[in-house]
């Protein structure tokens, strides 16, 4: 999501979940069982406040017709022409284009987005520290960073001396929110339990 058109016209999330072309037709990836669900439904926490996150919420479920299980899942659907439009991370929807979603079309809303960074770690446990040290060092180098947009993974490298899918979105280019993990993980239960209520979940 960014503040430019490079990949798309920029709107408000507000004006994309409420075009005339969207009306009860969104498919929203479920923020209490999907990351990427969570991940919008902390975003608008911490941009809103409690009180116009509800709002904005009640406002986007009235064109909602579904809220799906996974995060890729609703961009599927909008490839498929069942649905007009969802919100997931920019490099799933650019893989589905390279798996032949071609008329997909990712929009960057003009308005502060979150990253999510996928993560590697050694438990504390583990057994054999030694060869899974060996493992998150090649993990984070250059050549094995490299090879995710072999196989249609766009995101953006951490190595900074790898060479950057020629899709991937510069960070430099985005509004940004930084995540509050501490405050996202001590209100999830409270911030989910309020999404099911506001849009009459079961």
């Known amino acids: ?16 979940c409420n075009a005339s072309n969207t009306k009860a037709w969104i498919t929203l990836p479920d923020p209490s069982i999907t990351g990427t669900g969570y991940l919008t439904l902390t975003m608008l926490h911490q941009l809103y406040g409690e009180s116009r996150t509800r709002s904005v919420v009640e ?10 299980s996974t995060g890729m899942a609703p961009g599927r659907v909008v490839g498929s022409k069942k649905s007009a439009a969802t919100i997931m991370f920019a490099h799933d929807a650019m893989r589905l284009k390279h798996e032949g979603y071609n008329e997909l079309v990712i929009i960057y809303p003009n308005e502060p987005t979150m990253y999510e960074i996928g993560a590697v770690a050694i438990t504390q446990a583990a057994e054999n520290s030694e060869q899974a040290k060996t493992f998150v060092d090649w993990a984070l180098s250059k050549e094995a960073q490299e090879i995710g947009k072999r196989v249609g993974s766009y995101q953006y490298l951490t190595n900074l001396t ?20 501490t405050l996202s993980s001590t209100q999830r239960q409270k911030w989910i339990s309020q999404f099911q209520e506001w849009t009459h979940m079961e």
């Open 59 to 68: 406002n986007i479920n009235t064109n909602v017709s579904e809220y799906a």
């Open 1 to 16: 999501m960014a503040p430019r058109t490079r990949r798309g016209a920029t709107k408000t999330l507000g004006q994309i």
């Open 162 to 181: 790898a060479s950057q899918p020629e899709q991937a979105i510069d960070p430099s280019e985005l509004l940004m929110t930084i995540p509050d993990h």
